[in-house]
């Protein structure tokens, strides 16, 4: 039986970027994912902001043009209201290579990542994987999603609210115009979130979520409505990639961290609750679960653990959460047309590019240690 320090659940950006970070401090990680192919499954648009460019050194070769214009239109489609930053506020990303750069990174780092195996549950340490032999681990790191099988397991809080979201990917002829962020606000085809259109400068990206409840017609019958109509580079042309999953919106978990183990990413709720951004979080709350495992397992201290506390950092999205609960509100095509003419306004101006440019629009979540580096048996 295989004995690791880590075993990280889920090959995302959240778990291989955890994994790359305990790696590096010395430790034996395996990460361990059920697809057979990063490029399969995807759920995310792979929507980097502002903060995350500038904090995190990602590929700039695997990331689209900059976007610094936002469209925002009522049911409609009438008259949108631009918003334009000073700055490139937005690139999208080429997730299945962000991936596998993200993968040769941690190996780099000196974890393991094996493909195609499932994970089926852990007991007293020992975990059980389908499709190959169990591990024995002394922590757990759940990077397995929004409806994470680790959290419950471990006895940890798990994602009770999620949006449902779908988009559809197809090639674009590229250079042909300057991208923008489109998003319309309309609840019969995004109960409860939003419609978007973005592009990377290769292919457009064209989605809606919405509260499951509400999608009375099926996300999919929505998507393909919403696609036929809708705004900037809509059109499907040439092949077409589906993607889709849920979105948690109730915020950061509260419990996030035990003895045998933590949560990052999805699992951890640590996605935006209102629109766009979700995987700078995703990033920072990775950096902090890494430092926080490493000095766990090299104190033995369980007092480190409170350090990755949920309650705390959830606290840093109050101001979202407030607005989520008022988005979700917005149930007719008429009280979406109103709300969208309030924002027309100079105050309703501010505050609609204070939420998608602003600096403190997503939280800032800095590691309050730095664990020493631990040596790995020769």
Known sequence: MRTVDVLVVGAGLAGLHTARLLAGRGLNVMVVDRRRSLSAGIRTTGIFVRRTLDDFDLPGHLLGPGIRDVLLYPPSRRAPIRLTSDRDEYRVADMPALYQDARSAAESAGARVVLGVRYLGATRGVVHLAGAEPVRARFIVGADGARSRVASDLGLDVNRRWLVGAELVHPIASGTDVP????????????????????????????????????????????????????????????????GGPIPVGGVLRRLACPAGLLVGDAAGAVSPLTAGGLDPCLRMSEL?????????????????????????????RGRLLLRRAFAGIRSPAAAEAA???????????????????????????????APAIDRPH
């Open 180 to 243: 923008a962020f489109h998003c319309v606000l309309d609840p019969r085809v995004a109960p409860g979130y939003l419609g978007w259109v973005i592009d990377d400068g290769r292919h457009a990206h064209v989605g809606v979520a919405g509260y499951p409840h509400a999608m009375r017609t099926g996300i999919r019958h929505l998507l393909d409505a919403f696609a036929a109509d809708a705004p900037g580079r809509a059109a499907p042309t040439g092949p077409i990639e589906r993607r």
């Open 340 to 370: 969208v003419a309030v924002l027309r306004g100079r105050t309703g101006r501010a505050l609609a590019a204070r939420v998608l440019f602003g600096d403190g629009s997503f939280p800032d979540v800095v590691p309050h240690l730095a």
């Open 289 to 317: 679960a890494a430092a926080v495992a490493a000095d766990y397992l090299r104190t033995g201290d369980r007092h480190v653990l409170g350090r990755y506390d949920g309650g705390a950092l959830r606290a840093r999205f």
